[in-house]
């Protein structure tokens, strides 16, 4: 007896697999985008900024931030890499590109916008003014300094804040795009009056230079310009990505590890006024 195949039986079976396996190519593409989106991988980078950050040819990123920040990572579990450059690169691909993050960074209301801001890393320390010990310079307010050049390094919170304050590229502020050179310009450009740094970067800024901390002179500090750094990352980065990257920042505050990392770091850490 002869059997005769249903053809039209056949072509809808055949259709519902060809239509299963599009399906399923079609949902591959979203839940690679998905799992990209929840495990994302964290470009973070910084400069080099002792003791915060200490950046050694052929070694390991090292400082008081860079603790807080790996430990921050590991408690996330996001892959990451941590990577160091000039202030000036570091400052914009933490603004232009999704997933990167960038410390230490001080936490200013014209900065607000730029970044979505994960949370402190250090305890508030204030800015001052700093010249040649032995020059004749006199600073009483911040409207006497608008009456000396003053060197500063692009996009930080000195060469930031002081804009927010009235002075001018033009007229006040002397722009340097490498930062290693600002207690150099102060000590061999007799046009440099003034630089602004923190008491506890200061001595280690001279030292970059080859400079002896007493050869400079704390003159005014700023009390307005509260240096409190952070870590913030790009407003490309997702929401619930800086949401969770502060969770676990924030229990390092909460669980003591923050007291320890900063013992570890004390001597360095210590004000050099």
């Not at 400082?63 to 408690?75: C, N, P, S």
């Not at 996009?155 to 290693?180: C, M, P, Q, W």
Request: net charge positive; with cysteine; charged share 25%.
């Amino acid at each position: 007896m002869r059997v005769y195949k249903n053809n039209s039986v056949t072509n809808f079976k055949a259709k519902q697999i060809i239509g299963a396996m599009l399906a399923l190519s079609l949902l591959a593409p979203l839940s690679i985008k998905a799992e990209k989106t929840s495990n994302p991988v964290i470009h973070i980078v910084t400069e080099h900024l002792p003791p915060y950050q200490i950046i050694s040819e052929n070694k390991p990123i090292l400082g008081f931030a860079v603790d807080i920040i790996k430990e921050t990572m590991a408690r996330s579990h996001f892959a990451y890499s941590l990577k160091s450059y000039p202030w000036v690169r570091s400052y914009k691909l933490a603004q232009l590109k999704a997933n990167h993050c960038i410390f230490s960074i001080a936490r200013l209301k014209s900065r607000e916008h730029l970044f979505k801001w994960v949370g402190p890393i250090s305890q508030i320390n204030n800015t001052a003014m700093w010249a040649q010990k032995g020059k004749d310079i006199t600073v009483n307010n911040i409207e006497d300094a608008k009456n000396y050049t003053i060197a500063v390094n692009r996009d930080d919170i000195a060469h930031t804040g002081l804009l927010e304050r009235g002075f001018n590229e033009s007229e006040h502020l002397y722009v340097l795009d490498d930062a290693k050179s600002l207690v150099n310009v102060l000590l061999t450009r007799p046009e440099i009056d003034l630089i602004v740094a923190d008491d506890t970067t200061i001595s280690f800024r001279a030292e970059l230079v080859g400079a002896n901390i007493n050869d400079l002179e704390r003159v005014f500090e700023i009390q307005d310009l509260p240096l409190n750094f952070f870590f913030a990352c790009s407003k490309k980065t997702p929401d619930e990505t800086v949401s969770y990257l502060a969770k676990q920042l924030q229990s390092i505050h909460q669980d003591n590890t923050y007291d320890t990392i900063w013992q570890k770091w004390r001597s360095k850490l210590t004000s050099a006024k």
